[in-house]
């Protein structure tokens, strides 16, 4: 659970205020940007201010435009093996693994160890988008052609920064600039800070274009991981995510010996999953080795002439291999299988006695669907 919380801690500290999904009074239908905005609020990718509003003309600062990156890219699950040390953030940062996260992903030039990231800065246009470029796969171009297609737009070209140059040429050819409606000839205005409503419609055409065309990272990070395992012949996938049905009985294995005789009612369990829970298409589900931990829902001992035993099991909890902790609801009534004679004595004297052995296999009913990313193995929450 220490780990439920502080995802979900992570999600809410990311955003700046909770507000309605894209009921904002200060962005009428009308207004350039909106269909932008809504489809990333709905998303939960950019989100509103206390007092309900979504402040289109504000600026965004580094921080933020990371962790909003990363969202829009669906890549909030990703865990990174070896951090980049910024002398500015620490792990204790709020958006730490977010810009770890948009380092890792070649989002963001990391440069030398203990440089400054400075989060609190407002993002620019530059900024922003170069790093909608560089999730993409593109193809290359010289500084030549970059101010060649430029010149030929904006008024300010001569004024682009050298580094952004390239970056802002093929934002150019890809029809990903983002420059708000106006009469006169379109400027750049390269290191001016980026407005939320900019921002909300740079992120748009960065998801649309790495749908297509992810950069090398991105598109290993998307792929849907395969594998062999336990076949869940009932699975559905739409897109990159999979379901288990509720209803679906799937193996899990115990940590530690339980029985009716010596357990007792109430007590915990731990337990794994044995292999990996796949689609029939062999799209891993679960992966093999995700922790559990339930509790011993029933247990009455078998007694001859009085009753036979009786052991049923409720898991609560799953943990990943991507260290995500939630609900993972299956009840499992532990049964012997007997032949027609045996069940006839069993059902005459009664006194049957249930175990399972350490390492034993136990078969659980799933009281819910679990929804899947497939890309990552992250659990969608109930």
Do not use: C
Request: aromatic share 8%; charged share 20%; hydrophobic share 45%.
């Amino acid at each position: 659970m220490k780990n439920l919380l502080k995802a979900l801690m992570t999600v809410a500290i990311a955003v700046i205020a909770t507000a309605p999904a894209f009921a904002f009074p200060d962005v009428s239908d009308t207004y350039w940007a909106a269909p932008q905005i809504k489809l990333l609020s709905e998303q939960g990718i950019i989100v509103g201010y206390p007092d309900g509003t979504f402040k289109p003309d504000a600026d965004v600062t580094r921080a933020e435009f990371a962790a909003m990156a990363i969202r829009a890219l669906g890549q909030q699950h990703t865990k990174v093996a070896q951090p980049i040390n910024f002398s500015d953030i620490d792990v204790n940062h709020w958006a730490y693994e977010d810009i770890q996260k948009a380092v890792y992903f070649d989002l963001i030039s990391a440069g030398k160890e203990g440089e400054l990231f400075r989060p609190d800065d407002s993002v620019s246009r530059a900024e922003s988008m170069s790093v909608a470029v560089n999730a993409l796969t593109t193809e290359t171009i010289s500084t030549e052609k970059a101010k060649e297609v430029l010149e030929r737009m904006y008024i300010d070209a001569n004024t682009i920064p050298e580094w952004f140059l390239i970056p802002a040429g093929k934002a150019e050819i890809l029809g990903m600039v983002v420059v708000a409606p106006t009469a006169q000839k379109a400027a750049l205005e390269a290191n001016r800070p980026a407005t939320r409503a900019e921002v909300a419609a740079i992120l748009f055409k960065m998801m649309e274009q790495a749908k297509l065309n992810p950069n090398a990272k991105l598109a290993e990070a998307m792929r849907k991981k395969t594998g062999n395992g336990f076949v869940i012949e009932d699975a559905t996938v739409q897109g990159s995510i999979g379901t288990i049905p509720a209803g679906t009985i799937v193996p899990i294995t115990l940590n530690s010996y339980i029985s009716t005789q010596t357990s007792e009612g109430g007590a915990m369990y731990t337990a794994r999953v044995p292999q990996n829970y796949v689609t029939k298409d062999k799209y891993i589900l679960v992966r093999q080795g995700a922790a559990l931990k339930g509790q011993l829902l029933d247990v009455r001992p078998g007694k001859y002439f009085v009753r036979n035993g009786v052991l049923v099991l409720k898991n609560a909890l799953i943990t990943t291999d991507n260290d995500q902790t939630t609900t993972f609801n299956a009840l499992g009534e532990i049964r012997k299988d007997r032949n027609w004679w045996m069940k006839f004595v069993r059902w005459a004297f009664k006194g049957e006695k249930l175990e399972i052995p350490a390492e034993g296999t136990a078969n659980m009913k799933l009281l819910q669907p679990v929804k899947v990313d497939l890309t990552n193995g992250w659990i969608y929450e109930q």
